[in-house]
């Protein structure tokens, strides 16, 4: 049974910090593209960061410059490092995973059960 378990999230300040943590099992991240996708009430699952089999990485253009997506494949583990937090990155954060090919598009077969990220002074 694959399970995507997420943590890290919680309620910072704007210019914060914080490092999201996306832990596998039931797969090899090694052999999926992993992607960490966003969410609040009333809109559509939007694409935050992605990064695919060989290390090559992808970010919406809203955190560009400001979100480091990685992945540790000896801890079968995916991080999203947020610095310069502002208060629309407010949002649910899921971490998702898919066979190979990495999109941008919610096309993912597995999903985690999300983690808050609330930003406010």
């Known amino acids: 049974q694959v399970q995507l378990v997420e943590s890290g999230g919680g309620l910072v300040q704007p210019g914060d910090s914080l490092r999201l943590s996306c832990a596998a099992s039931?797969?090899?991240?090694?052999?999926?593209?992993m992607g960490w996708f966003r969410q609040v009430p009333g809109k559509e699952r939007e694409f935050v960061a992605g990064?695919?089999?060989?290390?090559?990485?992808a970010y919406s253009n809203s955190v560009k410059g400001r979100f480091t997506i990685s992945r540790d494949n000896a801890k079968n583990t995916v991080y999203l490092q947020m610095n310069y937090l502002k208060p629309e990155d407010t949002a649910v954060y899921y971490c998702?995973?898919?066979?190979?090919?990495?999109?941008?598009?919610?096309?993912?077969?597995?999903w985690g059960q999300g983690t808050q990220v609330t930003v406010s002074s």
């Open positions: 039931g797969l090899t991240i090694r052999t999926y593209a």
């Open positions: 998702a995973a898919r066979w190979q090919i990495l999109t941008t598009k919610p096309d993912y077969a597995y």
């Open positions: 990064i695919n089999l060989g290390g090559a990485d």
